[in-house]
């Protein structure tokens, strides 16, 4: 049971450095596809309709209602295969 809340820790904090919490995202060239770990396809469209929306990734996190681990994997995932892309920030207004 430590071994596997170890390897989601890990796995979690992997996609929290692609991803930071306040991450923007938008869909990019490529289809999304279910992850081989994830079998709930209303929670992927959940999520899908979320990001595509504005939400964040740690506002994504907030109101999937699962583990946020699953969340955030999946974003992850989205964007090593293309299907999302980060939104670059706004540049700051220099004086």
Do not use: I
Request: charged residues 30%.
């Amino acid at each position: 049971l430590v071994m596997e809340g170890m390897r989601r820790f890990d796995e979690y904090r992997r996609a929290c450095a692609l991803l930071p919490d306040q991450a923007r995202l938008r869909p990019a060239q490529q289809r999304p596809t279910r992850p081989a770990e994830e079998h709930d396809v209303a929670l992927m469209r959940k999520v899908w309709a979320m990001v595509t929306a504005g939400a964040s990734a740690a506002e994504c996190e907030r109101d999937a209602g699962v583990e946020f681990s699953r969340v955030r994997r999946l974003l992850a995932h989205w964007v090593v295969e293309g299907a999302l892309e980060l939104v670059p920030a706004p540049a700051s207004a220099s004086k």
